[in-house]
């Protein structure tokens, strides 16, 4: 249901990680004469964007999206580690590396926006479970 906090917090990190595609740390990854490294970014973050996805349409069974959200996280967490490979490869954050520290820092908030929404799945979780108590 997209009028649940955690909904939006998910959408957005959709989107910071679908962005990531469209910055220059993407294509330095691209450039990899072997090519692992810019598949490994490409999976870890299309496999963390659908996990988000799916989470989303599991507003009704709580435990499950927590269980989906946290798969994503770590999927994210790898993303970074490719991306902070790729950025520390080209010679670490310099002058002219900016645009390439955006898609790492992309990916890093869409990562709080997992968390934000991990927070608040378990705060829902919480209420309900005080509620069943009352009754």
């Given at each position: 249901?997209?009028?649940r906090i955690q909904s939006?917090?998910?959408a957005?990190?959709?989107l910071c990680t679908l962005s990531v595609v469209f910055t220059p740390i993407?294509?330095?990854a691209m450039e990899d004469p072997q090519n692992w490294i810019g598949i490994g970014l490409s999976a870890s973050l299309l496999i963390a964007m659908l996990l988000d996805i799916i989470s989303i349409g599991l507003y009704q069974k709580r435990k499950n999206q927590i269980s989906w959200v946290k798969r994503a996280m770590a999927f994210q967490v790898i993303g970074i580690g490719f991306?902070?490979?790729v950025l520390f490869s080209l010679g670490g954050i310099g002058t002219?590396?900016?645009d390439e520290a955006i898609g790492c820092g992309l990916a890093v908030l869409a990562l709080i926006f997992q968390i934000l929404a991990l927070r608040s799945i378990n705060k829902d979780?919480?209420?309900v479970r005080s509620i069943d108590r009352i009754r």
């Open positions: 249901m997209i009028q939006i917090f998910l957005l990190a959709i993407y294509d330095r991306g902070l490979g002219y590396l900016w979780e919480k209420l």
